[in-house]
């Protein structure tokens, strides 16, 4: 299983990377996990849009959803061989939503391209085990675990502190979380984690490696993995685009 970091800025693109994009594959199967803004661009420095096998959304925030616009418009009208629909897995009104985003009265063109399916009773997409969990964020919001051949990769998507995060991620190799606020700031409750937070979680869960993800361009990056690391003492890195894991067990 190798996992690729395309996007990895939260809540907008960033001047050095796309908005949430990850992209795992696994005996040629590829899966992005993410389209959010500007990933779509990005992701084509690591394959070709063709390649895609299947979508996962963990949510629909335009960070994390919006590029599948730009590539309904590659699919529909681009100069590119692809080989039918393509899956995506995501929040039970995905179509309807996508549709709208892009000014369509109906989501049926879109459903000419995707096929659209509910990530919540996802049992496997491709060689990939999935568990999905709802998470605690404003909208329909899931965290994600894929496992292949005893490996196991959890991403949070968006989130404040849960249980279900806790529980999904329990003994993960890699625990890509968000960490969109700092712990000394006055934090809206339910809507993202902090790194402290993050780091409890990748403690308790008892974690392979944590990967911080997800900090907005106005933050630093590095403030969160200080917090991280001020209460989890295993491997803590910042996401960075181009980054990739190779996970194996």
């Keep these: 299983m190798k996992l690729t970091i395309v996007g990895c800025s939260g809540s907008m693109p960033g001047p050095d990377s796309a908005a949430s994009c990850y992209l795992l594959e696994r005996d040629g199967f590829r899966v992005v996990v993410d389209l959010g803004q500007g990933s779509v661009g990005a992701l084509q420095r690591h394959i070709e849009l063709t390649d895609i096998d299947a979508i996962v959304l963990s949510h629909l925030h335009p960070d994390h959803c919006i590029d599948l616009t730009a590539l309904y418009v590659a699919h529909r009208y681009g100069s590119y061989d692809f080989a039918g629909r393509i899956p995506v897995f995501g929040p039970t009104d995905t179509a309807e939503r996508m549709a709208a985003a892009y000014g369509m009265s109906s989501s049926r ?31 329909e919001a899931y965290a994600t675990r894929f496992e292949a051949d005893g490996a196991s990769f959890v991403y949070s998507g968006d989130t404040g502190p849960c249980r279900a995060l806790a529980e999904l991620a329990r003994d993960a190799d890699l625990f890509l979380s968000e960490a969109s606020f700092r712990d000394t700031d006055n934090n809206r409750p339910d809507l993202h984690l902090s790194g402290r937070q993050a780091g409890e979680i990748a403690r308790d869960a008892e974690v392979g490696r944590l990967v911080i993800t997800h900090v907005p361009p106005w933050h630093d990056p590095q403030v969160a993995g200080d917090e991280a690391a001020s209460v989890f003492d295993g491997t803590i890195e910042l996401a960075t685009p181009g980054s990739s894991y190779e996970l194996a067990r």
């Design 109 to 139: 063109p879109m459903s000419e391209v995707f096929d659209f399916r509910e990530l919540a009773v996802a049992a496997s997409v491709g060689p990939f085990r999935v568990r999905a969990e709802r998470v605690a964020h404003p909208v």
